[in-house]
Each structure stands twice: as C-alpha cells, then as structure tokens.
C-alpha cells in the first residue's frame, strides 16, 4: 500500500477514534440524566410511601 | 408537527453541507487531482496534511480569543467553547504532525527534521497538550477556566515567537510551490470541506460540554434537595443503559 | 515612592526568608552543579560542535534548576494566611508580580553565576572572552525565563496541584528563550558577535518585553481570591 493511501487510512481512523469517544462521552451524559431523573422520581414516591 | 419537520430538514441539510463537500474533496484529492511529477503519489497527503495544519492554527486562535472573553467577562460558556477548540486543535495539530511525518518519510527520507514548521508545529502540538493536561486535572471549571485561559493566552502570543525563533535555522519545507490550477481548486475545496466537518465536531462538543456542565449543576442541586436514601432498604442501584 | 519602598520590602522580606531557611537555594544551585558536572565529563569526549552542546546544556540546566526556586517563591506564600498579608501592601497585583519577578530574577542569576564559570572551567569553551556580550545574553534569558516562571507559578498557587507539573507546562511557552539564549551563547563562544548574534538578542528582548508586560497585565485576572 503506498505512503499516500496511509496516511489517509491513519488520518481518518483517528478521526473516527475521536467520533467514537465524543459517541461515547454522548452515552455517558444520558446515562446520568437517566440516573439523575430515576433518583428524582424515586425520592418522591419514598416521600408518598411515607405518608401511608 | 411543523417544528419537527423544520428541526428534521435542518438536521439533514447540515448533514449534506458537511458530507458532500467531504466526498468530493477526497474524491478530488484522492483521484482527479493531477499527480506531481517529482513525488508522485505521495503528494496527495499535501490536501489533508494543509487543510489540518490550517485548522490546527485556527483552533489556536479560537481557544485563545475565547479564553481572553472568559477573562475578561467571568462567564463559563466561553470557556466551553475555548474547551471544545483546544480538543479540536490538539486532534488537528496531532494529524499534521501525523501526516507530515509519512510525508516527509517518503519524499525526504526522514520522519523528523528539526525544520522550523515542523518545529513550530510541535510547540503548538505541546502548548496544547499543556492546557489538555490542565483542564483535566481540574474539578474546579472556574479554576480549570482561569488556567487554561491564560495559558491559551500566553500560547498566542509565544507563536510568533516561536515562529521567529526557528525560521532562522535553515529549512527545507517548502515555502508556497508552484501549483496547477486544478491542484489548488482540489486543496481549497479540501480546507473548506474539512473546516466545516471539524466546525461540525467543535460545535458538537461545545453542546456536549454544556449539558455536561448544565447536568452538573444539577446533579449538585438534587443532592442537596434529595440526598440519597442510606436507611431505606431499598436503595437506588446504579443505573447502566443495559438496565432499559 | 512608596510603591518603589513597598516594592523594596517584598523583596527584601523574601531573600531574607531564603536565607534564613534555606529551603531553596542549596538544593538548586546542588542541581545545577551536578547537571553541568555530570554533562561536561561526557562532553570532554566530544571534539567537534562542543559550544552548540555546551549552550543548548547551559540553558537547559538554568531552566530545570530554576524551575525548583520558581515555584517555590509563590507557594511559600500560600500558606498560613500570608497570602491576605500580601495582598495588604498599598499596592496592584501588577506589582506583586514585578516583586516577586525581581526576587525569581535574583534566583536565577545566583544560579547562573554558579553554571556559567563552572562550565567555563570544566569544558575550556571560551565563553569569559566576551564576557560582557554573555552577561546581555544571560540577562535577557533569565528575565524570558522568569517571567514565565512567574506567571505560571501565580497559576499554580490559585490550583494548590503543586508544581509538579510546571515545568512541563511552561517548556513550550520558553522554547523561543531556551532556543535563542543557547544560540546566542554558541556564538558567543565561537567569537561570532556579528548581525546574527544580535538577531538572536533582539528575540530575547522581544520576549522579554512581551512576557513581562503580559505577565502585568495578566497577573490581576490570574490571582484574585
């Protein structure tokens, strides 16, 4: 394979290296807001639970 | 129903303005583009190996403004934005570095020559690395923000510098070569295309580090409000996605 | 007048503090010996280009030697409220930073006094021959390296990280003094004082100009609480 179609392969692997782990710090932020909202949801039931 | 279909055809549009012009700066570059004579092949790198030099030299610019406004004004979405263009210059001046080394393997018989571009180049690959290293190691925005601001900063006005300092040592790189016209017709094509995919990407992590930082705060507000039950019996598991 | 008066104090109070602790000075000036010493045993075996080597070491040797005393004229600061005390002087943050760039500036020409006549004598580079031109280089290099130091290290005392990571952060930001400093000693050892040289020195002072005046004007935005 010649130089040229290299470094072409090597210049887009790491970009899609660095779109992968934007994808992946995208998952990570969702899974918190998941996390964050079920934490929220739960405490108010706990509070109604309480009150019977 | 009118604002969904206006949010999808947006979404589309921008998906074609960035994928069109990409396909056919490498269609160009790759194929059609004439081959220079003396190097061959090889010189096709020249489209990328610019375009990111370019990009990487702007994203420089951009950290460091929006730094200076963060400064000066205090107020963290300028430093999200100066964030999302040091990761952004660091991958591009990373590729040049990259590239220009297969480049000059093949052409000059060398990965490295002490070359005032490459040198230059490298200093910016390290100034940026240095304020990556510091926003990484700090929990603080504002402190990270601060720091890394004015490293940006000092970083742009060390460039010329730095610029001065190594053009004096004899180089080999060439300057700006003679070119066909359908030569530079294929390298404009290529700057202006990888400039709005990587603005695409600048723009999409600008929006990530926003929630990240919005979803933060609020994190920190929900603890304090509802902080997390320790005697019920039935606590909260940690939530992964495979859970849905 | 009582800027200069204060100015005077804040200096005086850290090189007394130095002197009577001792908490810096022997250790650097201890690795900047060693580094020269070390460097010129393996340079006694080199014949051609030993000036370029001897520079390039030179400043290397400076740097990282100096990189021990930069910090620490900040962080002693740091610590057990003398921060709000320093902060008290009837004066800006502008001239904290020239107070303590003076005092860095002492630092480092105590450890060049030591570097530069140790590898005269250990390495038989001419570089006494001209000594005047080597003392413009060395001022105007120790002043590039110190006012970044400086800065930097107002940087690190507001992140209480410690400065392990200074001296790789500020590295890229001196590259132009350590690149033009060791070039201007190399023809000052060569007896090469001509245009080049002076191309060389103006850099320096361009630097020096630049960084100092951004190291004013940023110092107030850098600290603050």
Redesign the interface.
């Known amino acids: 394979m ?3 179609v ?3 392969v ?2 887009w692997l ?2 899609a290296l ?2 992968v782990q ?1 994808g992946g ?3 990570a ?8 909202q ?3 949801q ?2 108010r039931r ?1 509070q109604f639970e309480n009150l019977d | 129903m009118q604002n969904k279909f206006v949010s999808i055809l947006c979404g589309g549009l921008t998906r074609a303005a960035v994928t069109c012009p990409l396909i056919a700066a490498l269609g160009l570059a790759m194929v059609f583009a004439p081959t220079e004579e003396t190097m061959g092949q090889v010189q096709r790198i020249l489209y990328i190996h610019v375009a990111s030099a370019w990009l990487g030299l702007l994203g420089f610019a951009v950290m460091g403004g929006c730094g200076l406004a963060y400064l000066l004004r205090r107020n963290l979405a300028w430093d999200h934005w100066s964030r999302a263009a040091n990761e952004i210059g660091w991958l591009c001046s990373s590729l040049t570095l990259l590239t220009g080394s297969l480049w000059a393997h093949s052409a000059w018989g060398t990965w490295w020559t002490w070359e005032p571009r490459l040198t230059t180049m490298f200093v910016l690959w390290a100034l940026y690395s240095s304020c990556l290293i510091v926003r990484s190691s700090m929990d603080e925005p504002h402190l990270s923000a601060r720091i890394a601001g004015a490293l940006a900063i000092l970083g742009l006005l060390d460039l010329p510098l730095v610029i001065m300092a190594t053009r004096w040592f004899r180089g080999i790189h060439p300057v700006s070569p003679e070119m066909e016209p359908m030569m530079q017709v294929t390298l404009l094509l290529n700057v202006i295309a990888f400039t709005v995919f990587f603005g695409l990407l600048f723009a999409r992590r600008h929006s990530q580090l926003v929630s990240e930082s919005l979803l933060h705060q609020l994190e920190i507000h929900v603890l304090a409000d509802h902080p997390p039950v320790v005697n019920e019996v039935r606590t909260i598991p940690p939530l992964s996605l495979e859970t849905f | 007048m009582r800027t200069a008066t204060t100015l005077y104090w804040l200096v005086c109070k850290d090189l007394v503090s130095e002197y009577r602790a001792r908490q810096v000075w022997p250790a650097m000036l201890m690795l900047g010996a060693l580094v020269t010493f070390l460097f010129n045993a393996q340079l006694d075996a080199v014949v051609e280009g030993k000036s370029r080597m001897l520079a390039i070491q030179v400043w290397l040797a400076i740097y990282f030697a100096g990189t021990l005393a930069l910090h620490r004229t900040l962080t002693t600061e740091h610590v057990d409220g003398c921060w709000d005390a320093l902060r008290l002087y009837p004066i800006t943050p502008a001239w904290i930073y020239t107070a303590k760039l003076t005092v860095n500036f002492l630092v480092l020409a105590a450890l060049q006094a030591v570097i530069l006549p140790l590898c005269v004598l250990l390495s038989n580079v001419p570089l006494q021959e001209h000594a005047w031109h080597m003392v413009v280089v060395a001022v105007l290099g120790n002043i590039g390296i110190s006012s970044v130091g400086t800065l930097l290290g107002g940087l690190w005392l507001c992140s209480r990280q410690g400065a392990s990571m200074l001296a790789c952060l500020a590295l890229p930001l001196v590259a132009p003094v350590i690149l033009a400093a060791s070039e201007a000693t190399r023809l000052v050892a060569d007896s090469e004082i001509g245009p080049q040289w002076w191309r060389w020195v103006g850099l320096l002072g361009v630097f020096d100009v630049v960084f100092v005046t951004a190291g004013i004007v940023l110092f107030d935005f850098i600290i603050e609480d």
């Open positions: 010649s130089t040229f290299t470094s072409y090597i210049f790491v970009v660095y779109v934007l710090r995208q998952r932020l969702l899974e918190r807001m998941a996390s964050l079920l934490r929220l739960e405490s706990q």
